[in-house]
């Protein structure tokens, strides 16, 4: 019986991480189609065709303190400068999983 129970605690563990990898990912494809459908335009490549300067490449991220998924969610949800918010177009949800996708992207550059 014991055996049993080890075996079941040891395919529910398994089934866990199995959705948290799925959620991820699924995280990470849609935000990649909201960025698409969102964010493109003026971001393509993680360029800035506004403000070249302010790119979404990693140190540039780094370096404007812009390098956490709250940080880009509260810029996607307000707007700056050039950018207009989207708090308005978006749910919450959405703008955390485009800066999800932002920050994961930007890690290589948007050279993936």
């Known amino acids: 019986m014991k055996q049993f129970f080890l075996q ?3 395919i529910v563990f398994l089934l ?4 948290q990898n799925v959620k991820i ?3 990470i494809e849609n935000g ?3 960025f698409k459908n969102n964010c493109s335009v003026c971001h393509l490549g993680g360029n800035n065709i506004i403000i070249p300067e302010k790119n979404l490449k990693g140190k540039t991220l780094e370096a404007n303190g812009m390098n956490s998924v709250s940080a880009i969610s509260y810029q996607i949800l307000n707007g700056k400068n050039g950018m207009p918010a989207f708090g308005g177009r978006l749910k919450e949800n959405e703008i955390r999983e485009i800066a999800k996708y932002v ?3 930007s890690a290589s550059n948007f050279e993936n």
């Open 25 to 27: 990912s699924y995280a």
């Open 103 to 105: 920050l994961t992207e």
């Open 16 to 19: 866990g991480l199995i959705t």
């Open 32 to 34: 990649e189609a909201l």
């Open 8 to 10: 079941l605690l040891k």
